[in-house]
């Protein structure tokens, strides 16, 4: 008589997973995929970045060399020769970044609700700027402001100008240049925001009654911020550091601290405190950017 053996049970579903990693092969850990990234941030941020704040406080010159001496009044003594080019690259920057905003969120705007077929040119002629360098259309703006130009003719035949007025090398036309070049920057980010509200959601506030400015504000308006505040900062943020447009549409009035970094460090060759105005820039930044996303409440940017 032969003996039956009782069939082996089938193996459930969490012992075939379990048997399935045992003789897997090990998986890398997915931190290894970041590090290409850290290793470029490394090199290309983080030791510039030491470098920097090590020769801020270095004292000494290209002929006798360079030491570190920790010398902390090289700061002080840039905010006090340099504190109003500081502070005239921040009002100029916000001004050009509040004039962006206004120019930039009803275009904006239009491409996302009203261009409808058009949309893609339009967005194309947004972009178009940049398909030009920074230098050559900045340089068109010296010729569309020049004294003889069409501009400041149309603003003396208006009166807004005086017979001997003009706006070429005065701080207006500074804020006119960044306020060019630096749009693409504002439009963008709001449209993509614009462009993710649902109609409905203003369809539901017109059935409730609300007028369009209404609409606007209680549904439109909040849906947008996370574009208007990446906007605000994409303008904001290199329009602080910029020295091109004072440069070739302003005059040594109007500098903004980004000319003095400029002519410290490839100019008078003084390292130390064009790296200290740099690392003081930098800081001023962060410290701004920081204080206006918690003022709105767009914590998730950070």
Do not use: C
Not at 96 to 102: D, Q
């Amino acid at each position: 008589m032969t003996a039956v053996l009782p069939r082996e049970a089938p193996p459930t579903e969490l012992e075939a997973e379990q048997e399935e990693e045992v003789h897997a092969p090990r998986r890398r850990p997915p931190w290894l995929l970041l590090l290409p990234g850290l290793l470029w941030l490394a090199l290309f941020f983080l030791v510039p970045m030491i470098t920097l704040a090590s020769m801020s406080l270095q004292t000494g010159s290209l002929q006798t060399g360079y030491a570190l001496t920790w010398t902390w009044s090289t700061y002080t003594d840039a905010w006090a020769t340099y504190g109003d080019q500081l502070v005239r690259s921040f009002l100029y920057a916000g001004s050009a970044t509040v004039l962006a905003l206004i120019i930039g969120y009803p275009l904006a705007y239009a491409i996302a609700f009203k261009a409808g077929r058009w949309r893609n040119l339009m967005l194309v002629l947004v972009i178009a700027p940049f398909f030009t360098s920074f230098l050559i259309r900045t340089l068109a703006w010296k010729i569309v402001l020049a004294d003889q130009g069409w501009v400041v003719s149309a603003l003396q035949w208006i009166g807004l100008l005086g017979e001997n007025g003009r706006l070429l090398a005065t701080p207006a036309a500074v804020v006119l240049g960044l306020t060019y070049n630096f749009l693409p920057f504002m439009v963008l980010p709001l449209y993509a925001s614009l462009e993710k509200i649902d109609p409905r959601l203003l369809e539901a506030a017109t059935d409730l009654y609300a007028t369009p400015a209404r609409a606007f504000w209680a549904v439109t308006w909040p849906l947008s911020i996370p574009g208007v505040v990446a906007g605000t900062l994409l303008t904001f943020i290199p329009a602080a550091g910029d020295y091109v447009n004072v440069q070739f549409l302003g005059n040594p009035g109007s500098q903004m601290i980004g000319n003095v970094i400029q002519s410290r460090f490839l100019t008078v060759l003084d390292y130390p405190v064009a790296a200290a105005l740099s690392i003081t820039v930098m800081v001023t930044v962060l410290v701004l950017v920081l204080s206006y996303v918690r003022r709105v409440g767009a914590k998730e940017l950070l």
